[in-house]
């Protein structure tokens, strides 16, 4: 997919699309143009539990609970999906600092098993997972901020998808510009939402103190034991938990990655965990499963119950947490797109770096545009179940890598090494995730399937096709250098393993 086109910091002589010095900022230097690591400990932190809290704890409940059928159940998959996650970013602190690139797993699949399976896994990202994900983020962020002007009545879809809009592209254009501003604005919002779900969770405990037990009587009644509704109800809360493994994706970016990956995995999954399981607690002492399964805005619901007056405060909270959210996802999602672009799985201007602010902006703006289609639908819970099928059969194959790895790699140096049970617990666990949805939800993981066979005939006329018609590449290259111009951007400095 790449093009030779440009102009690269790593050659002795100018290519034909080179830009001229004049036109590059006074003071400016193009040598050594690559990402810097800006981001510290905090940052990190702020990065996964930012990305992790975004929609999941306002939207999933309803969607664990209808699938779980009881109270019990459902408490007992968001503690499950809890500790999956740990046992995910475990294994991911071994990854991460074995392979210190950004990417993530598709840089871990690309070096275990090739660059066919590596584009794959790329290609159902960019076509589905990260979109996806920011439109729903994007979509509940709307929902939650339209729902004072609409109390009684569903927002216009056209308002929910116009403000969606109005939220990727400010965030996009905060990421393209700074990466100093865009984890400015993380740091803000994850410590907003953290205060609305402390707010949430002290009120349950209020409710608790006062006798509010009423829904924990016969927990498990009425649950639904078989094994797809299960496992959709893992979906759903899987979803929620989504975004512990996005440090690794800019693990270039990262002070000190082999002490403070590990450290911001750890504190982030054991926080997130108790919040979302405290926050779950709290909305069954004041809200009835009947009602959770009827609103999808349960989190208002349990305000506009207990704070009375005070209860426009709920909207505006979960309105900032998805904003952070957005951003989250944003930001460490556009580095994939730039890992890609740099293996030439992805056009080459989206590796290439702004000059005066080192953002990969091409791929920020890149990533913004593609999640803006997936505004056309508003039906959050499919597109929940399209990301989650594909998105744990990569990830599955990315813990896969750790074990082919030992065997590949038995001598590499590894700062951390995780015990090999657990990521053979890891891999067992999602093939169940994988193989149960597609018997008992055919159609959304069949659709899944289809796309991501989609890729195949995209990996060969795109990657293993090389002698392409001289004006196709012509055209790319002058593609290339008018976003250059537009820009300010050039190719990256290639890092060295």
């Given amino acids: 997919m790449s093009s030779r086109g440009g102009y690269n910091v790593n050659d002795n002589s100018i290519p034909l699309h080179s830009m001229d010095s004049k036109e590059m900022p006074v003071g400016e230097e193009t040598d050594g143009v690559k990402l810097k690591p800006k981001i510290t400990l ?9 990305s992790i809290i975004g929609s999941g704890i306002f939207l999933s409940p309803k969607g664990v609970l209808d699938e779980t059928g009881s109270v019990g159940l459902s408490l007992t998959v968001w503690l499950l999906c809890g500790l999956f996650s740990m046992v995910g970013a ?23 098993f090739g660059p066919f399976l590596a584009f ?7 076509m589905i997972v990260r979109p996806c994900s920011t439109a729903v983020v994007a979509l509940t962020f709307a929902n939650y901020v339209l729902y004072p002007l609409f109390p009684t009545c569903p927002a216009p879809t056209i308002a929910v998808q116009l403000l969606a809009a109005i939220c990727i592209i400010v965030l996009t254009t905060i990421n393209a510009v700074d990466v100093k501003w865009s984890m ?5 919002f994850t410590y907003a939402k953290l205060l609305a779900l402390a707010l949430i969770i002290i009120t349950g405990i209020v409710q608790l103190c006062l006798g509010e037990v009423e829904y924990f009587q016969n ?3 009425g649950s639904k034991w078989n094994a797809g509704s299960i496992s959709i109800a893992f979906y759903q809360g899987l979803f929620a938990y989504n975004g512990w493994n996005y440090l690794n994706y800019v693990i270039e970016e990262l002070k000190d990655p082999y002490k403070n990956l590990p450290r911001a995995s750890w504190i982030s999954c054991i926080l997130v965990t108790i919040i979302y399981m405290l926050a779950n607690v709290a909305y069954f002492t004041t809200v009835s499963p009947q009602e959770i399964s009827q609103s999808p805005a349960v989190a208002v619901v349990f305000a506009q119950r207990l704070y009375g007056v005070m209860a426009w405060m709920m909207p505006i909270f979960v309105a900032l947490s998805t904003f952070g959210g957005v951003n989250g996802i944003l930001f460490t999602s556009s580095r994939l797109f730039y890992a890609g672009s740099r293996e030439g799985h992805m056009p080459e201007v989206l590796s290439f770096i702004q000059i005066k602010k080192l953002t990969p902006a091409p791929a920020v703006i890149f990533m913004g545009l593609t999640s803006l289609i997936y505004l056309a639908s508003t039906d959050m819970y499919k597109l929940i179940t399209y990301v989650s099928f594909v998105n744990w059969l990569a990830i599955g194959l990315s813990v896969f890598a750790l074990i082919v790895f030992r065997y590949q790699r038995p001598n590499a140096h590894r700062p951390i090494k995780v015990g090999i049970f657990w990521p053979i617990l890891y891999v ?3 093939i169940f995730l994988v193989v149960v949805p ?4 055919p159609v959304e993981t069949g659709l899944g399937v289809l796309i991501i066979c989609t890729g195949i005939p995209v990996y060969i006329i795109c990657v293993v096709w090389k002698s392409k018609p001289k004006t196709f590449t012509r055209w790319i290259d002058s593609m290339n250098y008018l976003i250059q111009k537009l820009l300010l951007v050039v190719p990256a400095e290639k890092k060295e393993n």
């Fill in 42 to 50: 905090v940052n990190g932190i702020t990065v996964i539990v930012g």
């Fill in 90 to 112: 475990y294994c991911y602190t071994e990854l991460g600092t074995l392979i210190v690139r950004s990417g993530a797993d598709y840089a871990y699949i690309y070096e275990a």
């Fill in 120 to 126: 794959l896994r790329l290609w159902v990202e960019c």
């Fill in 184 to 188: 400015r604005v993380q740091d803000i």
């Fill in 219 to 221: 927990p498990f009644e």
């Fill in 428 to 430: 067992a666990v999602s």
């Fill in 438 to 441: 597609l018997y008992s939800n």
